[in-house]
């Protein structure tokens, strides 16, 4: 029986190391990698510029609502409306 040189027994622990560390994850350029980051980057600034006029929008559609809700009540409705709060108005559902 012959012994393994020290060699073969390095070279078939170096192919074990490699085999359990699996494929490299991204063998893209790094370049590419970089431009990928940089789109991601600028995605995620629109989606903040986005989010800023959204709440924006949400912040005069609630002040316009508070506006018409304080219209509502105003002195000048409330002949309109009896105290179980139906209309006064009538109905053109509700015609017989």
Partial sequence: MTCPSTSSIGLILLLIGYAVAGPET???????????????????????????????TVEKLEV?????????DAPKWHPLLDNAGNT????????S
């Fill in 26 to 56: 991204d063998v893209r350029p790094r370049a590419v990698r970089l431009s990928a980051c940089q789109e991601h980057t600028n995605l995620h600034n629109r989606l903040d510029v986005v989010e800023k006029k959204v709440e924006g």
């Fill in 64 to 72: 316009e609502m508070a506006a018409l809700l304080d219209a509502i």
């Fill in 88 to 95: 006064a108005v009538d109905n053109p559902g509700q015609r």
